[in-house]
């Protein structure tokens, strides 16, 4: 569940544990320097309306409160649980995953991860990339959805790349769980345990 952010939503201890991610050299190499610059401005903050924030915080390695929030929101539009009984990405806190997975990488990897998050949740890069005044977990599900499409498909290289991150890390995550592998015709890791060794 998610909430409006007030000084009081979230555990200030938790949402400040990590400073904002800044480009690296690697980062400039990647998108250049146009798209480093529009990943700095992704997280100066400026905004026209409040990140909203996911009701509870876990203990996170890697990700802030803010970040984790944007990507839960991320999560349940590109994994929603389209059947009845078909788990939603934050039914399974597939953004938890992820943020442990973040912390194996290198600081540089995963520092660029969440400069994306911060652009594609940054009210005032929004409207100029999309003309989109408000921050995408503050949008409806139908306008979280545009905006990801229009991320995949955009020429602007630090977009589709960056839509192409998050589509893979969240897919990976949510089909990795248990509790999907049903529907995808997965029946689970073989049980070698109780196999005997082959003959010599």
Not at 12 to 17: A, E, H, I, L, S
Not at 54 to 74: D, G
Not at 160 to 181: D, E, K, L
Request: hydrophobic share 40%; proline share 8%; aromatic share 6%.
């Amino acid at each position: 569940m998610i909430v409006p952010s007030t000084p009081d939503s979230v555990d200030p201890k938790v949402d400040n544990k990590n400073k904002t991610p800044r480009p690296s050299r690697r980062t400039l190499l990647k998108y250049g320097l146009g798209g480093s610059l529009l990943l700095a401005a992704g997280g100066l903050g400026l905004g026209l309306r409040r990140t909203v924030y996911c009701e509870q915080i876990p203990t996170l390695s890697v990700l802030s409160a803010r970040e984790y929030s944007i990507l839960t929101a991320v999560a349940d539009r590109i994994c929603p649980g389209s059947r009845a009984s078909m788990p939603k990405a934050s039914d399974l806190d597939v953004a938890l995953g992820i943020d442990s997975l973040l912390a194996t990488m290198e600081s540089a990897a995963a520092d660029e991860f969440r400069m994306v998050l911060l652009l594609l949740e940054n009210a005032l890069t929004g409207l100029v990339l999309e003309g989109r005044t408000a921050p995408f977990t503050a949008c409806g599900p139908q306008r979280q959805d545009r905006v990801l499409t229009t991320w995949s498909t955009a020429s602007t290289y630090v977009q589709s790349a960056g839509f192409a991150a998050m589509r893979s890390m969240v897919a990976s995550v949510y089909w990795a769980n248990p509790r999907t592998h049903a529907f995808c015709g997965y029946p689970g890791p073989p049980d070698y345990g109780q196999q005997r060794a082959p003959s010599p």
